[in-house]
């Protein structure tokens, strides 16, 4: 399984910003998908999952209300709309899939990782 995450960037505070994750080599509509995300000098964080059939979803308080997460299995992509961007979400965002469908927050049972996309929120 390959993950391949896009739509970083540099914006300034309260802007929107949609990151997107296409999957490939394996039956992305069984997997729950997950954002996670590590800021500089900081421990990687969760910051949204979502389930196979994307009727189930979970977000980190730090973002909940201004984040929505969404998949299209039809695309095999899942998405990360970011909206009243803040200088402290700044961070490499990362997607995640966990294989066997299970409901997770945490990022060690997640099994396969994208490279990372690089969002930066000036003030």
């Known amino acids: 399984v390959q993950l391949v995450e896009s739509g970083g960037g540099l914006v300034q505070a309260g802007v929107s910003l949609r990151l997107s994750c296409v999957a490939s080599?394996?039956?992305?509509?069984?997997?729950?998908m997950g954002w996670f995300r590590q800021a500089p000098g900081k421990e990687r964080e969760f910051v949204a999952a979502i389930n196979w059939r994307g009727g189930t979803t979970r977000y980190a308080d730090a973002v909940k209300g201004r984040f929505t997460i969404s998949r299209d299995n039809a695309k095999n992509t899942v998405y990360l709309q970011m909206n009243s961007l803040r200088p402290e979400d700044t961070a490499i965002y990362y997607c995640?899939?966990?294989?066997?469908?299970?409901?997770?927050?945490?990022?060690?049972?997640?099994?396969?990782w994208g490279k990372g996309t690089q969002v930066t929120v000036s003030s």
């Open positions: 080599g394996g039956t992305f509509s069984m997997y729950t």
């Open positions: 995640a899939a966990d294989v066997n469908g299970r409901w997770s927050l945490v990022a060690t049972t997640y099994d396969y």
